[in-house]
């Protein structure tokens, strides 16, 4: 198999559009039929749905819980009205390789939880693999996926697209069973 992959010199939101092409051409060569998306204010999702929706693939849209709500960071329910317009669902919840109970401790107490270190060795490929890992994690747990089937996780460096995996998906529970198949896009400066 001759696999070709996106390698873009910087990460960031330039690569948005070459990133949603590419993942687009190999999921019509796979015959995948659902997409994972990280978006926090539904941009990078609605230019999902307008390259994937013709073509009957499912886009799923992942947002970042309300805890970082003071941030900036979360999808209004305006936002959030347009996207599930645009036939995208959206899925906001806690960050499955952190954030949670367990990073709490962390913070004021020291040491690392388990998924905090999944989440720091993610981030050695790039911001955008531990992101799309994430969201996969997020949309099978709150049962959008088709567990049997591969899906294409679609995330990047802070604001757009520049990072794309074809995974067997997993839950947080199995996360030993998920497997990164092929890396699409990714910045090398990540």
Known sequence: MKLETLCF????????????DHALKRALALGIKQVV??????????EAATRFG?????VIAVS????????????TPQERAKVEAAGVQVVTGIHALGDGIGSAFSEKHGGRAPEEIVRQTLYTFCQGMKVAVEC???AA?????????????IAGSSEGADTA???LPAYPRTYLD?????????????
């Open 136 to 138: 996969i994690l997020m």
């Open 54 to 58: 013709p073509h009957s693939i499912k």
């Open 9 to 20: 010199e910087e990460g960031g939101p330039q690569n948005t559009a070459a990133t949603l």
């Open 178 to 190: 998920l497997r990164v198949r092929e890396i699409l896009a990714k910045p090398r400066l990540g």
């Open 64 to 75: 970042i819980g309300h805890g970082w709500d003071s941030l900036g960071w979360c999808m």
């Open 37 to 46: 998306v990280a978006s926090s204010h539904g941009g990078t999702a609605l």
């Open 165 to 167: 995996i074809v995974c």
């Open 141 to 153: 747990e709150a049962g959008l996926l088709d567990m049997e089937q591969e899906v294409i996780g």
